[in-house]
């Protein structure tokens, strides 16, 4: 470690889709003293602006300002909890969903807190999981193909209607008084740091993995005329600025950020990352064939590869994306945490509301502990995990969710473990494209809230048939902020250094359960058939539903 100072801490900020996370971390071994989280006033936006204004299908938007709440809030509060002094702190880093957007004029403030665009939903942070670019991302992907355009085979061969580019054309074309007067189109990632040191600073992982720039070059002001001659200069008059590299250091804490937060003027702040790859240093996943799992509402996976290799699918392959000289892979589910929400809350009974209160358990602890009790197959069901839509391999989000199998003597607990063990099978689909295209995945490491339930993870283990370890932090991406804040600042020379002193991760909590996984076998292979029909053309019926509904909700 360099530097002389044992008492040295530093903040991680993870900024997820409902709240932001502080983490106050020690520099020399990783502990962390304290902890507070502020949850975002105003949630996502799927149905209403805050002034009433109704939003569409397919859209998901958030309030910037939500996020500021979280270092004025959060960070103080976990400065408290751990009991430390803040002049200890020497560096402050942060990392955020992605790919979440953000229209702003020249000096960074988001276009919805201008009067005249208060009321306009293109204004307003585009987060993660806003889907409602699809048709945009189809074009993007038809022409690029038609174009033999090089880079597209760097993201699997399809760019997702989540992404940079996508949310960019639909801003353009639906709302050209909002993209004409913004300055900049700005990852959240990116804001947030600019927030705390008056500075912008790109950051070369959404950079990379978000906005189509492979080898230094974003797609030509040629092929973006032909997707819209308005969009051509996009990248130059929109998106392109300075990159700054993973831990380095993007600038010092401001004046205002110091109030913000209570923590030192001039500390290091880190350039920003992505929730799912900052962690990987976190767990220690910092070498080839160890696949890291971030599960949450979503699941992002992110591996580091030895060699470039093309996987069919990927959300993306990076040079240094997660750390340098190796190159980061990532592929995604849409939807993990979020089925298993969205089930609890509207497909439960109430009697079974009552008898987990009588257990002083909340329904999803209820719901585990019965399907628990189950062997695999036992209930007799097979679902497909698309309820948010399709991020790997096919990335597609007009795919929806099935439960197939279903009689009158089906119960909850039936169809709530169907949907973990459709889960498993999703993040098997994209193990075996890794491996497939000779990205070989030896290892399966769980970070995220959802590695507490001991029923998934046995789950997965038995599915993928792989030994499955955990990260040994509750705040896995806070913990890899904080990495990079110490990075940052100068305490220790790389995130390789800094993951061996602070990282921390449990190997092989889990392993497969041999008859477990021989019966997860054959029920794969149904799965594996249903993911083709319904995701590959054979039948297209989940893409006419969802032109029906738009259709219907356009007519109201």
């Known amino acids: 470690m360099a530097g002389d100072r044992e008492d040295a801490l530093v903040v991680g900020v993870d900024f997820g889709t409902l709240s932001g996370r502080a983490v106050v971390v020690r520099v020399r071994d990783g502990a962390e003293l304290g902890t507070a989280v502020h949850e975002f006033r105003h949630g996502v936006l799927d149905r209403a602006l805050p002034d009433g204004t109704a939003l569409p299908p397919d859209w998901a938007l958030q309030v910037p300002r939500d996020y500021v709440d979280v270092l004025r809030t959060a960070v103080p509060a976990a400065v408290k909890d751990a009991g430390v002094d803040p002049a200890a702190v020497i560096g402050i880093g942060t990392d955020f969903t992605a790919c979440t957007m953000i229209p702003t004029t020249e000096d960074g403030t988001p276009l919805c807190e201008l009067p005249e665009f208060a009321g306009n939903p293109h204004a307003y942070v585009k987060l993660w999981k806003h889907h409602a670019a699809q048709p945009q991302a189809d074009r993007i992907n038809r022409l690029a193909a038609a174009r033999k355009e090089t880079w597209l085979s760097r993201y699997g061969g399809l760019i997702s209607s989540e992404w940079e580019f996508a949310k960019g054309l639909q801003l353009l074309e639906e709302a050209p008084d909002v993209y004409a007067a913004m300055a900049h189109w700005v990852e959240a990632a990116d804001w947030i740091v600019w927030q705390l040191t008056g500075t912008y600073v790109r950051n070369a992982c959404t950079a990379g993995y978000k906005g189509i720039r492979q080898d230094r070059a974003y797609p030509s002001e040629e092929y973006l005329r032909e997707l819209n001659p308005e969009f051509g200069g996009f990248v130059r008059d929109k998106l392109d600025h300075p990159i700054g590299n993973l831990g380095d250091r993007a600038g010092s804490l401001s004046k205002l950020a110091a109030y913000w937060t209570g923590l030192p ?9 992505v929730d799912a790859h900052v962690t990987a240093p976190a767990a220690r996943a910092v070498e080839p064939g160890r696949l890291v799992a971030i599960m949450g509402t979503s699941t992002c996976h992110v ?11 990927m959300c993306g392959v990076v040079d240094g994306g997660i750390v340098p000289g190796l190159w980061g892979y990532e592929a ?3 939807g993990v945490g979020d089925i298993f929400g969205w089930f609890v809350d509207n497909q439960v009974p109430r009697a079974y509301h009552e008898a987990a209160a009588a257990q002083g358990k909340n329904l999803h602890e209820y719901l585990t502990e019965l399907a628990a009790r189950q062997k695999p197959g036992e209930h007799g069901l097979i679902a497909l995990d698309w309820h948010s839509g399709n ?3 096919l990335v597609d989000h007009e795919l929806s969710g099935v439960v ?64 499955l370890s955990t990260i040994g932090s509750a705040q896995g991406p806070a913990l890899g902020s904080a990495m990079h804040a110490a990075v940052a600042a100068g305490a220790y020379d790389d995130i390789r250094a800094a993951a061996d002193a602070m990282g921390s991760v449990d190997a092989a909590v889990y392993r497969p359960v041999p008859e477990h996984a021989a ?21 297209d019926v989940m893409h006419r539903l969802r032109a029906l509904r738009r259709a219907a909700v356009a007519d109201r």
């Not at 019966?519 to 039948?539: C, I, K, P, T």
Request: glycine content about 12%.
């Open 391 to 393: 991020r790997s391999v």
């Open 265 to 273: 003027e001039g500390i290091a702040v880190a350039v920003g990352n």
């Open 404 to 467: 197939l199998g279903q009689t009158l003597a089906t119960r909850p607990e039936d169809i709530y473990r169907a949907l973990m063990e459709a889960t498993a099978f999703g993040t098997r689909v994209i193990v075996e494209a890794f491996v497939e295209a000779g990205v070989p995945v030896t290892e399966l490491v769980v970070a995220g809230g959802l590695l507490r339930n001991e029923l998934l993870m046995q789950i997965y283990a038995d599915v993928t048939n792989l030994p």
């Open 519 to 539: 019966v997860y076998e054959q029920l794969y292979m149904e799965y594996a058939d249903l993911h083709d029909h319904f995701g590959r053309g054979g039948n």
């Open 332 to 334: 995604g589910q849409s």
């Open 303 to 313: 591996m580091n590869g030895a060699e470039l290799r093309e996987v069919p699918g």
